[in-house]
């Protein structure tokens, strides 16, 4: 899948289904994953040392097997955004969003690349493009690149309506794990609160018609679809890291049982 069919599939809030790719540098992995039906693949550079040549790489190896790379930047700049796009991802996941400023500076990277300067600032603030052919050539210039925001704070959900009235952004991922954290319930995912914020996040993403969903980050299949079927239509599961070392736990883990036993 394109990034432009990606993009459609989120704000039609159709489900398309990915994972989280740390294990980048690794030259056979992208044959592995080439035939599980994944629509987007996201390439992660938050959290995993992956380096700008590396991504490239998977982007482009991604890309060309029909499966959608995202990058996850590590920080919120124009400069990350740009390089992102740069190096082949069909779209951006910027960490911890909170402000309206933020998603100026994510939009200009990402949807009016490559503005810059006075130019930028008039597409941003007055929606003024040097003339109607520029205009056209900078949609159609980005026409295969998302704009996901994460939310995984207080201050993202309570200011998500703001977030989403600037336009360009085509879809919401909630990251559990610092959402569970910033609210003061550190991974209580069953807790009241933390619930109550998916619902509002799902709520307003509809209401904007954008694509939201979880990175599913632990736990099981089942406990993923319980809260998915609450609207997530952004299907982000686990990733390849997570996979690995559940399988070597269960199935290396059972045959040492075995043969103990
Ligand atoms: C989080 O849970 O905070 C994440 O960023 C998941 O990727
Ligand atoms: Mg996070």
């Known amino acids: 899948m394109r990034g432009s069919m990606l993009r459609a599939k989120l704000h039609a809030g159709q489900p398309v289904y990915g994972i989280c790719m740390e294990g980048i540098g690794q030259a056979r992995w992208p044959k592995y994953f080439a035939d599980l039906g994944l629509d987007y693949v996201w390439l992660e550079s938050e959290h995993s040392p992956n380096n700008r040549e590396s991504l490239a790489w998977a982007a482009q190896l991604y890309a060309a097997l029909g499966i959608a790379p995202l990058v996850r930047i590590p920080e ?10 740069d190096l082949g991802a069909h779209g951006v996941i910027a960490p911890y ?95 009241p609160l933390f619930t109550a914020a998916l619902e509002q996040i799902i709520a307003i993403c509809r209401a904007y018609q954008v694509g939201v969903g979880m990175h599913f980050i632990g736990n099981t299949p089942d406990w993923a679809l319980k809260l998915a079927r609450k609207g997530f239509n952004f299907i982000s599961y686990k990733g390849d890291t997570l996979f690995t070392a559940e399988g070597v736990r269960a199935e290396l883990g059972y045959l040492r049982a075995q043969l103990n036993s």
């Open 76 to 85: 919120i700049s124009n400069a990350q955004a740009s390089m992102a796009v």
């Open 97 to 191: 969003v909170e402000t309206v400023e933020q998603v100026r500076t994510l939009v200009g990277g990402v949807k009016y690349r490559p503005l810059k300067g006075e130019a930028l600032a008039a597409a941003l603030e007055r929606s003024e493009f040097p003339n109607p052919e520029t205009k056209a050539y900078i949609e159609s210039y980005n026409a295969d690149t998302n704009l996901i925001i994460m939310i995984e704070s207080p201050a993202g959900v309570r200011n998500l309506p703001d977030l989403l009235a600037v336009g360009g952004v085509d879809a919401v991922l909630i990251g559990p794990h610092d959402l569970s954290i910033s609210l003061g319930i550190p991974e209580q995912y069953e807790h």
